[in-house]
Each structure stands twice: as C-alpha cells, then as structure tokens.
C-alpha cells in the first residue's frame, strides 16, 4: 500500500519559519515525484512545489519563490517544504501527493496524505 504522511504544520508568527515532512511509505522516491499543495479557507486547493523522481524541483507560485525550498532525504524515503519568511497569506492545509517519475497537476496524483494546518498568525 502507497502511503504519504506529513507532519511538522503548526501556529506560527509572521516572519517565521516551517519545515513539513512528507514521509513515503510503499514506494521510492527514486521512482515517484512528490508534490506539495496547500488550500486556504474558502480557496481552491493550489500546487506549491514538486520535486521530480531525478531530483529537479519546481516552485509554483510566484509568491513562494525566494522562500520556500522542497528537498528530499531519499535514505528516509521524506521529501520536506522548508518555509521562511512566512506570511499570513501562507495559512492554509498543506498536502503532499505522490505520482510516479515527474511532476504534474494535481489531478495526476494518486496518492495523497491528510494535511497538515499551517497557521501564520500574530
């Protein structure tokens, strides 16, 4: 059984920093691209970064760029979203998905963990 779970969200003051894990169970990251996707209250769900079964990585939204970094350990089978310089605006459920070789839409992935809350608040 495919199995994605994060960890690591939590209530955070502005300016502050995050880091989520996504540990993979029942398959390699060496073959399978992980993608992070957050949803805000009342917002569609939105990708944020991917990194692909080789290693390349991808930041979606401008607004994350400079300060959101995905990265993988693939001795522990965990990819990870590091975030600095959180905003309110970054507040939201975050999800990571699983689908083989390289990134793609959300509609693509077949596997996906539970969310974990991120608040960023004052």
């Known amino acids: 059984q495919l199995t994605v779970v994060e960890s690591g969200g939590g209530l955070v003051q502005p300016g502050k920093s995050l880091r989520l894990s996504c540990v993979a169970s029942?398959?390699?990251?060496?073959?399978?691209?992980i993608g992070w996707f957050r949803q805000a209250p009342g917002k569609e769900r939105e990708a944020v970064s991917c990194i692909s079964y080789i290693g390349m990585t991808v930041n979606y939204p401008d607004s994350v760029m400079g300060r959101f970094r995905i990265s993988r350990d693939r001795g522990k089978n965990t990819a990870y979203l590091q975030m600095n310089s959180l905003r309110l605006e970054d507040t939201g459920v975050y999800y990571c998905?699983?689908?083989?070789?390289?990134?793609?839409?959300?509609?693509?992935?077949?596997?996906w963990g539970q969310g974990t809350q991120v608040t960023v608040s004052s």
């Open positions: 998905a699983a689908r083989r070789s390289i990134c793609s839409e959300s509609g693509a992935y077949d596997t």
């Open positions: 029942g398959f390699s990251l060496d073959d399978y691209a």
